[in-house]
């Protein structure tokens, strides 16, 4: 699986756009790239996936650049309850059973 | 749909004491995972079933034990409990039909060994 790179941590403020991106120069044709969030204290949270078009659900929308080697998961109006570390993680389709590869991911903080 | 869920939600061991963790998921998935996460990391696969009565083990298996003896549970075991065991916890799960990738994790297990 291709190795992910994302800042620390961000700040955002309350009603604007989080924007959190993710590098991911090595992935292969095959891997699609996924993004995980996990709020203080509970369980990580599935939030979108995508290969190269981007994709959009209610929680948020994804953008891959047209060469795949980096994107941006946008949480289009951000609250207080998306305070949280969120996960890139670039994984073949299907990806075998054995699990899924967690990074340190971003820490964004969103203001009041 | 309960979901995943885990018990129980925290449990302060001495060195040497054996428990535990139960897991259990009601959406009928077939595949079913132990993580840990140690403060400030990502999280570590411990061990994963691919379905009742098949288990592998994944990054970090020493120390641990897992059966998988229905579909609906999961029991990760610890039978002498070390400080190294000191952490978070997680059992998730997701259908064979659907990717892998979209795993559906528990409210997750405080462990402290002293």
């Known amino acids: 699986d291709a190795k992910t790179t994302q800042p620390t941590s961000m700040d955002c403020a309350e009603g604007r756009a989080a924007n959190l991106p993710c590098n991911h120069s090595?992935?292969?044709?095959?891997?699609?790239v996924y993004w995980y969030r996990q709020i203080h204290s509970q369980g990580p949270q599935y939030i979108i996936h995508?290969?190269?078009n981007n994709e959009t659900n209610e929680m948020a929308s994804l953008i891959i650049t047209e060469d795949r080697k980096s994107s941006t998961l946008i949480l289009p109006h951000a609250t207080l309850r998306d305070t949280a570390v969120y996960y890139c993680?670039?994984?073949?389709?299907?990806?075998?059973?054995?699990?899924?590869?967690f990074g340190k991911g971003t820490h964004l903080i969103i203001q009041p | 749909n309960a979901g995943v869920t885990q018990t129980p939600k925290f449990r302060i061991l001495k060195i040497g004491q054996s428990m535990t963790l139960q897991c259990a998921q009601d959406?009928?998935?077939?595949?079913m995972y132990w993580y840990r996460q140690d403060p400030g990391m990502g999280l570590k696969l411990i061990y994963y079933?691919?379905?009742?009565?098949?288990?592998d083990k994944g990054e970090v298996p020493n120390g641990y034990n897992v059966s998988r003896s229905t579909t609906e549970d999961f029991p990760l075991r610890l039978e002498l409990a070390a400080p190294s065991q000191t952490s978070v916890y997680f059992c998730?799960?997701?259908?064979?039909?659907?990717?892998?990738?979209?795993?559906?994790f528990g409210p997750g297990t405080r462990l402290t060994v002293l």
């Open positions: 998730a799960s997701t259908k064979r039909a659907q990717s892998y990738n979209e795993q559906f």
């Open positions: 090595t992935i292969s044709g095959n891997e699609y």
């Open positions: 995508g290969l190269k």
């Open positions: 993680i670039v994984r073949r389709e299907g990806g075998g059973a054995d699990g899924l590869t």
């Open positions: 959406m009928n998935h077939n595949y």
């Open positions: 079933s691919v379905g009742a009565g098949i288990t």
